[in-house]
């Protein structure tokens, strides 16, 4: 279980490598939290109701005969029947939940661990003492290959997740593209004698989408049955 969410880079240059749609707008803590929740329904159902019930039809057949006592039972069992298809589909939920926690964390990991290589790699290009022109082009370039790179890692565990949940392979989100790509351009930092000064005011640019199963931008669900929302 996912006890705190996984922040995204927060280098001066990672970091824009880390933002939607190359980034999971959900928070995995939520998804597992929601999980424990349809979890704890199917053990109170099936620990708890059914067996109550069972002992209830029991004691009802020991003590009482004909039509009306066979019809009795026949509705125990019915109820029965019903709350073990809640607690299969408690379990079924709940199992969904924690396959898309699972695909959050991973997600989230491995594009920092991305984003810390073009962090690391933009460095070095600033203290390498080229030209601070040839650097700003150099690192331009290098944070576009990364944030490229993050926008496929997430669009390809959206497509694994999507099989994970049993989603139909037509469903918007389930082939990993992501509508309308990129609202904005990268934000790029200017380096002036060796020395990144960057924009924050472009952190914070929203990217939005209307797949249900992509789960890089704002306005998606992270619900059951809505994939990973956004």
């Known amino acids: 279980m996912s006890w705190w969410s996984t922040e995204?880079?927060?280098?001066?240059?990672?970091?824009?490598?880390?933002?939607?749609?190359?980034?999971?707008?959900?928070?995995?803590?939520?998804?597992?939290?929601?999980?424990?929740?349809?979890?704890?329904?199917?053990?109170?159902?099936?620990?708890?109701?059914?067996?109550?019930?069972?002992?209830?039809?029991?004691?009802?057949?020991?003590?009482?005969?004909?039509?009306?006592s066979e019809a009795a039972r026949d509705e125990a069992s019915a109820i029965i029947d019903e709350h073990e298809a809640n607690a299969i589909a408690a379990e079924k939920i709940a199992e969904n939940l924690r396959n898309m926690e699972s695909t959050v964390v991973k997600t989230k990991i491995a594009a920092n661990a991305n984003a810390e290589e073009?962090?690391?790699?933009?460095?070095?290009?600033?203290?390498?003492?080229?030209?601070?022109?040839?650097?700003?082009?150099?690192?331009?370039?290098?944070?576009?290959?990364?944030?490229a790179d993050n926008v496929q890692l997430v669009s390809a565990n959206t497509v694994e997740l999507a099989a994970n949940i049993g989603a139909a392979p037509g469903a918007p989100g389930a082939d990993g593209k992501m509508p309308g790509g990129r609202s904005s351009p990268v934000p790029q930092p200017?380096?002036?004698?060796?020395?990144?000064?960057?924009?924050?005011?472009?952190?914070?640019?929203?990217?939005?989408?209307?797949?249900?199963?992509?789960?890089?931008?704002?306005?998606?669900?992270?619900?059951?049955?809505?994939?990973?929302?956004?």
């Open 8 to 68: 995204p880079h927060g280098g001066v240059y990672g970091r824009q490598t880390v933002v939607p749609p190359a980034w999971p707008q959900v928070d995995e803590v939520m998804l597992a939290q929601s999980a424990i929740e349809f979890e704890t329904l199917k053990d109170h159902l099936r620990t708890s109701v059914i067996p109550g019930l069972r002992l209830q039809m029991m004691a009802l057949t020991d003590a009482w005969d004909g039509a009306g």
């Open 118 to 147: 073009a962090q690391q790699d933009c460095e070095a290009n600033v203290n390498s003492g080229i030209d601070a022109e040839v650097v700003q082009v150099l690192n331009e370039e290098r944070v576009a290959r990364c944030l």
């Open 190 to 230: 200017s380096v002036t004698q060796g020395t990144a000064d960057f924009n924050e005011a472009n952190l914070d640019k929203p990217v939005y989408f209307n797949s249900s199963l992509n789960f890089a931008g704002e306005g998606s669900a992270g619900g059951t049955g809505h994939g990973v929302g956004s």
